[in-house]
């Protein structure tokens, strides 16, 4: 396998091949607004993204999920809807949307999906850790698979493989490189950084793939990589109990390996664990 390096060079040749959706007009002035005020008027808040019928029924559709409404009390408007995800969250959060919308809906079947109920689990794991805000942890697990969005429009088949490599996570990259010269981790990098994320999303991206977390030397980054490997071990074991194999899946002895340094890692003991089993219950993938 070739370094991080050589796989974004030829990332970077690839993304030429490729339109990046931009931001539409009124997003780009909510994203300056939210970027000179720490807290700007709701008034004009509301008026910005009410001329997005999109982005403003996905905002009340986000906060009226189980991650922000456990009391199961819906909100119907966009103002209530913006006070509880918080007006300090919400460039995360439309971030998010614009990106599921252009790049993940129209994509390979259920990646849409995946990187959703991935999204609510690095919340959900945020929540409990308090190691970044959970805006951060959902804008990067909602877009940690970005790049297959790129090998897709290069290559229609890519599904299968896509699908394939959440079978053997550590392995995905291998499968991307072997076939195209690249990964959809480098590529998801590229993009990242097309889209101006900051560096620690795009680093982040490329790494969530790396066997060796605890070899990553930039801590904030560690924890980051440990954020998104331990959503998809949890992703796969709810959606084991949730089959009709019930509670008939044990962890290879890798598999053990891994989820016990993501665990030191991200402070979580087994007190954290049981509180995720039962708020994961809610998600039902």
């Known amino acids: 396998m070739p370094t991080y390096g050589t796989q974004v060079q030829v990332a970077r040749e690839l993304i030429k091949q490729i ?60 103002e209530s809807a913006l006070f509880r995800l918080g007006i300090n969250n919400l460039r995360d959060y439309v971030t998010s949307i614009h990106i599921k919308k252009n790049f993940l809906e129209n994509s390979i079947s259920g990646l849409s999906y995946h990187s959703q109920i991935i999204a609510e689990i690095t919340s959900l794991i945020a929540l409990e850790t308090n190691l970044l805000k959970p805006s951060e942890a959902y804008l990067l697990g909602l877009i940690h698979d970005i790049g297959a969005f790129a090998i897709h429009k290069m290559d229609e088949s890519y599904g299968m493989t896509f699908h394939q490599s959440h079978k053997s996570f550590h392995a995905a990259n291998d499968r991307d490189y072997k076939k195209y010269g690249t990964s959809h981790s480098a590529l998801g990098y590229v993009i ?94």
């Open 192 to 285: 990242a950084h097309e889209l101006h994320l900051p560096k620690i999303i795009a680093n982040t991206i490329l790494l969530h793939h790396e066997q060796h977390t605890q070899r990553i030397k930039e801590p904030a980054l560690r924890r980051n990589v440990a954020l998104l490997k331990m959503a998809h071990f949890l992703e796969m074991d709810l959606r084991i109990k949730n089959s009709k194999q019930g509670n008939s899946h044990r962890n290879s002895a890798n598999e053990q390996e891994q989820i016990e340094r993501c665990l030191a890692v991200l402070g979580l003991n087994q007190e954290h664990l049981k509180q995720l089993d039962s708020r994961l219950a809610q998600l039902n993938p």
């Open 19 to 78: 339109d990046i959706p931009i931001l539409p007009d009124e997003l780009v002035q909510l994203q300056q607004l939210l970027q000179e005020h720490e807290m700007p008027s709701i008034k004009k808040l509301v008026e910005l993204i009410s001329r997005n019928p999109y982005l403003a029924a996905e905002l009340i559709s986000l906060a009226n999920t189980s991650l922000f409404n456990s009391k199961m009390i819906p909100v119907r408007d966009l």
